[in-house]
Nanobody, 123 residues
Framework: QVRLVESGGGLVQPGGSLRLSCAAS????????MGWYRQAPGKQRDLVAM???????DYADSVKGRFTISRDNAKNTVYLQMNSLKPEDTAVYYC?????????????????WGQGTQVTVSS
């Protein structure tokens, strides 16, 4: 299976910046897609930014120009640089990965989620 460990959340004032990290570990053969979702209280979990299986990046309209996703393939890690943060960015941010993993001597495609990291934007 795939274990995703997130870090970097916290409390920041409006206009501030945070950088989230997500490291994947396990019997990973390859990662097809990896990125970030977020869920605010009482709302559904929505895509924030993603490296797609086609190799491109996909961003929510609400974060374009403010957030940047990057990755270190050697470390199976993705980052989310969040600038010009707004109160409406407050949410739990979840890492997501779609990977090929070795399970019981066979390769399987699995989707995994991290435990989430809280981002709060408030003065």
């Amino acid at each position: 299976q795939v274990r995703l460990v997130e870090s970097g959340g916290g409390l920041v004032q409006p206009g501030g910046s945070l950088r989230l990290s997500c490291a994947a570990s396990g019997s990973i053969s390859s990662i097809k897609a990896m990125g970030w979702y977020r869920q605010a209280p009482g709302k559904q979990r929505d895509l924030v930014a993603m490296f797609t299986s086609g190799g491109s990046t996909d961003y929510a309209d609400s974060v374009k120009g403010r957030f940047t996703i990057s990755r270190d393939n050697a470390k199976n890690t993705v980052y989310l640089q969040m600038n010009s943060l707004k109160p409406e960015d407050t949410a739990v941010y979840y890492c997501n990965a779609d990977a090929i993993v070795l399970i019981s001597a066979s390769f399987q495609r699995v989707t995994s989620w991290g435990q989430g990291t809280q981002v709060t934007v408030s003065s």
